[in-house]
Every structure is written in structure tokens, then in C-alpha cells.
């Protein structure tokens, strides 16, 4: 199978004796496991989408070296608040509520945005700021198509437990953009 590039005489030694002629049948069984040439050629990444909100606390310091593994790319860092959210405390609690849980989140978002840009520019990298708000899976959806590689916190979007390691909103999002997305 052509698709297959460098893994025809891997998969012929493993099943030699045992697949025969079955070979075509046995890599189209397991495409889903081996990687294409395509998939083996490293990208060129020359923007990187960086998104956070309440539940990313902080950026790991490994998040930081694995974006110092492209220097010349720009970094975008987005915190996007939950629209959706501060509607259902406008609808229950009122107006007032919802406009002082807004301010509380652009300012975690302020201090969380700055810290991170900080920390890029210390390494070099060039970077980019904002504070968006909106639905944080289609927002970072919508958004991405502009970007090269998504670098994406597990806990984005929703708490994450011990039987949950990944958020929902994250599981989305991987699932709906075309682009290569690192998981930290």
C-alpha cells in the first residue's frame, strides 16, 4: 500500500509467516495505528494558537520550552470568557452579578495573558495578547484556521477529575479543527 511509505516491510516481517497474502488486508486494518509519510514530515509551524481561560491556572514551564522549539513563529495567547455563563447569572442572580463576575474574569485574564506573554518574551518569541469572549470551543474553532499548530490545555474549558482527565470542551475542539493540536 503506497499510503503506507515505510511501513510495508514492518508490517510484512511481523506477519510473514503467519499473513501470506493478506498483506493489503492487514494495512487497511490498521491504518489507524501507522502514520502515513504525510504524517511523519514535521509541519511548518509559523503561528501557534495559545488558549486559556479559568480553569488553565498556569502555563507549565515544558509548555514553554516545547514553544521554544519554534522560534520564528508567532504565539497567540487568548483567554476567552464564557459568554453562555455570564448569561445564566444574568438570568438568575441579575445584572449586577453578571457585570462583577465579568470584571472578576477579564482581570484573572489580565494578569494570566500578561504573565504568559512575559514569559514568551523572556524566551524570545514573538507574542500576542487577547482577552476574547464568547464560547470557548467556537471560539478557539472558529480562530484556529489561522493558525498553524494549537497548543491546548486539558483542563480548557471545564474541570477535569481523576476518570475525566480531559475536558469536554477540549474532546470538542479536537474533533472539530483540522489543525496539528499539542495536549499538556
Not at 511481523?14 to 489507524?32: D, L, S, T, W
Not at 474574569?105 to 518574551?121: D, I, Q
Not at 475525566?164 to 489543525?179: A, F
Amino acid at each position: 500500500m503506497a499510503s503506507l511509505g515505510l511501513f510495508p516491510d514492518l508490517i510484512l516481517r511481523k506477519f510473514k509467516n503467519i499473513a501470506g497474502n493478506r498483506y493489503e488486508e492487514i494495512a487497511k486494518a490498521y491504518r489507524e495505528f501507522l502514520l502515513t509519510k504525510e504524517e511523519l514530515s514535521i509541519p511548518n509551524v509559523n503561528s501557534i494558537l495559545l488558549p486559556l481561560d479559568r480553569y488553565v491556572k498556569k502555563v507549565p514551564e515544558g509548555v514553554y520550552e516545547i514553544l521554544s522549539a519554534y522560534p520564528h513563529a508567532e504565539v497567540e495567547v487568548v483567554y476567552v470568557i464564557d459568554g453562555e455563563i455570564c448569561r445564566l447569572i444574568e438570568e438568575t442572580i441579575g445584572k449586577e452579578e453578571a457585570k462583577l463576575f465579568r470584571e472578576r474574569e477579564e482581570e484573572t485574564g489580565r494578569r494570566l495573558l500578561e504573565s504568559v506573554g512575559w514569559a514568551l518574551s523572556r524566551l524570545g518569541l514573538i507574542g500576542r495578547t487577547r482577552l476574547l469572549f464568547g464560547s470557548k470551543s467556537e471560539v478557539v474553532e472558529e480562530i484556529s484556521e489561522n493558525f498553524d499548530l494549537i497548543v491546548l490545555s486539558r483542563h480548557y474549558g471545564a474541570e477535569t477529575t481523576k476518570t475525566h482527565p480531559v475536558s469536554t470542551v477540549v474532546l470538542r475542539i479536537m474533533q472539530n479543527v483540522s489543525k496539528p493540536v499539542i495536549l499538556y
